[in-house]
Nanobody, 125 residues
Framework: QVQLVESGGGSVQAGGSLRLSCVVS????????MGWFRQAPGKERERVAA????????SYADSVKGRFTISQDNPKNTIYLQMTSLKPEDTAMYYC??????????????????WGQGTQVTVSS
């Protein structure tokens, strides 16, 4: 049973930084795709960032490009989301997700079978 456990959320003022961590356990292999999603109250879930662990290819939502960085530590089965220049609109529950499937250069990370419980990020103005 694959389990994802997030940590690192909290409350910061606008302009501040946070680093989220997600540890994968229960798998005999590293998922090819790992990512971060977020959902604010009353809004749809948004994919924030994703990484193809086999080649360290990354992708970002336009809303976070240049401010957030996704990275991996394969020996630790861990991914990170470094968030800088945080804005109040970044306030949301952040979820880690993973999947063994990778759709290559055309489709990238397109399926998310495993999810964490989420960690809350609150940015005050």
């Amino acid at each position: 049973q694959v389990q994802l456990v997030e940590s690192g959320g909290g409350s910061v003022q606008a302009g501040g930084s946070l680093r989220l961590s997600c540890v994968v356990s229960g798998s005999t292999y590293s998922p090819n795709c790992m990512g971060w999603f977020r959902q604010a109250p009353g809004k749809e879930r948004e994919r924030v960032a994703a990484i193809y662990t086999g080649g360290a290819k990354t992708s970002y939502a336009d809303s976070v490009k240049g401010r957030f960085t996704i990275s991996q530590d394969n020996p630790k089965n861990t991914i990170y989301l470094q968030m800088t220049s945080l804005k109040p609109e970044d306030t949301a529950m952040y979820y880690c997700a993973a999947d063994p499937a990778y759709g290559g250069d055309l489709y990238g990370c397109w399926r998310w079978s495993y999810w964490g419980q989420g960690t809350q990020v609150t940015v005050s103005s």
